[in-house]
């Protein structure tokens, strides 16, 4: 079992730049793909971005590709979401997760982190 905590949100106002940290803890010796997720109420969630457990490959959201930057630092058990430019619409609640090299699905989350920007 692994166990996911996110930090770093808060309210931004538009154009600032934050980094999101999500830490793991439990069976942190296993393989495990990280992703960056964001909902916002009544919407479906949108994976924004994703990196392997070896850090050699990451995905983006067209949404966010060019802006946002992930990266982890495995000898710390943790993962990062660098967000520059941030707008508006970046606003909701972000999400780690964590999946088992070689699957595709995420099974465990953590609990979100409330990201604001203001206009």
């Known amino acids: 079992q692994v166990q996911l905590v996110e930090s770093g949100g808060g309210l931004v106002q538009a154009g600032a730049s934050v980094r999101l940290s999500c830490a793991a803890s439990g069976r942190t010796s296993s393989r495990y793909g990280m992703g960056w997720f964001r909902q916002v109420p009544g919407k479906e969630r949108e994976r924004v971005a994703a990196?392997?457990?070896?850090?050699?490959?990451?995905y983006y959201a067209d949404s966010v590709k060019g802006r946002f930057t992930i990266s982890r630092d495995n000898a710390k058990n943790t993962v990062y979401l660098l967000m520059n430019s941030l707008q508006p619409e970046d606003t909701a609640v972000y999400y780690c997760?964590?999946?088992?090299?070689?699957?595709?699905?995420?099974?465990?989350w953590g609990q979100g982190t409330q990201v604001t920007v203001s206009s």
């Open positions: 997760a964590a999946r088992v090299a070689g699957s595709i699905e995420y099974v465990y």
């Open positions: 990196i392997t457990w070896t850090g050699g490959t990451t």
